[in-house]
T-cell receptor, first 118, second 112 residues
Framework: GAVVSQHPSWVICKSGTSVKIECRSL??????MFWYRQFPKQSLMLMAT?????????EQGVEKDKFLINHASLTLSTLTVTSAHPEDSSFYIC??????????????FGQGTRLTVV | DAKTTQPTSMDCAEGRAANLPCNHS???????VYWYRQIHSQGPQYIIH?????ETNEMASLIITEDRKSSTLILPHATLRDTAVYYC?????????????WGAGTKLIIKP
């Protein structure tokens, strides 16, 4: 299957700082990427959907000014958690979908990023 | 809201077949049944999907009832590495830009 690489795998940051998480599709062009957040022992919650070259669509309750998403190319999307607070500590997961070719039948997921804000 | 219902947890002995049920009684005619799994602290992994026919791949088999209101994922020879949370999801046809709605899944524990 297709490969989606997410970086970093884990990060610890101080409260008030910003953290950037990268999601790359390595062997296909991702026209659409999804960002999820998962709290301990809970299921994945969709945060936003981003289409290459356009603004992301955020789910209700997700602050777009706090979770900045950039999808400037067909192989890279970034999620920046701005002014992070301890309650932002979570497991962040991206998935990439191409709509054609390799990614046509299902979305492929990154390995996730464990964010801890201290 | 998720449109599927799964048992919260299940146990299975190593080497035996693991059968994971899923109810999707409100499934529409153009919706597929997808199965993913998530091993602890990793991203989800695609397993298999189907519309109405039974499907098999190198990982698992998917049995869909004739009325399509339920399905069963079968891991034929479970290993300890199959311990994970298994998610059953219904979504519109492959190729469409449609986000996945995740339920709670079934926590499958494979015991030695």
């Amino acid at each position: 299957g297709a490969v989606v690489s997410q970086h970093p795998s884990w990060v610890i940051c101080k409260s008030g700082t910003s953290v950037k998480i990268e999601c790359r599709s390595l062997d296909f062009q991702a026209t659409t990427m999804f960002w999820y957040r998962q709290f301990p022992k809970q299921s994945l919650m969709l945060m936003a959907t981003s289409n290459e070259g356009s603004k992301a669509t955020y789910e209700q309750g997700v602050e777009k000014d706090k979770f900045l998403i950039n999808h400037a190319s067909l192989t890279l999307s970034t999620l920046t958690v701005t002014s992070a607070h301890p309650e932002d500590s979570s497991f962040y997961i991206c998935s990439a979908y191409s709509g054609t070719g390799v990614g046509n039948t299902e979305a492929f997921f990154g390995q996730g990023t464990r964010l801890t804000v201290v | 809201d998720a449109k599927t219902t799964q048992p919260t947890s299940m146990d299975c002995a190593e080497g035996r077949a693991a059968n994971l049920p899923c109810n999707h009684s409100t499934i529409s005619g153009n919706e597929y049944v997808y199965w993913y799994r998530q091993i602890h602290s990793q991203g989800p992994q695609y397993i298999i999907h189907g519309l109405k026919n039974n499907e098999t791949n190198e990982m698992a088999s998917l049995i869909i009832t004739e009325d399509r209101k339920s399905s069963t994922l079968i891991l034929p020879h479970a290993t300890l590495r199959d311990t994970a949370v298994y998610y059953c999801i219904v979504r519109v046809a492959p190729g469409s830009n449609y986000q996945l709605i995740w339920g709670a899944g079934t926590k499958l524990i494979i015991k030695p």
